[in-house]
């Protein structure tokens, strides 16, 4: 048990670090959207049709 909560507490902390960093900045221009302009989080999905 102690072992299972000490991974618990470094995913967490280490999940965390990376979260605050910023990847990418991808130009969404036109492309079709939901949801509200100013939103802090947007996500992009890329699709292959081949």
């Known amino acids: 048990m102690k072992r299972l ?3 618990v507490l ?3 902390l280490f999940g965390t670090a990376y979260a605050e960093e910023k990847r990418f900045d991808i130009p969404i221009g036109d ?5 509200p302009v100013d939103a802090p ?8 049709f081949q």
């Open 10 to 12: 470094v995913l967490f």
């Open 41 to 48: 989080v947007t996500i992009i999905e890329f699709i292959d």
């Open 5 to 7: 909560l000490v991974c």
């Open 31 to 35: 492309s079709p959207s939901q949801g």
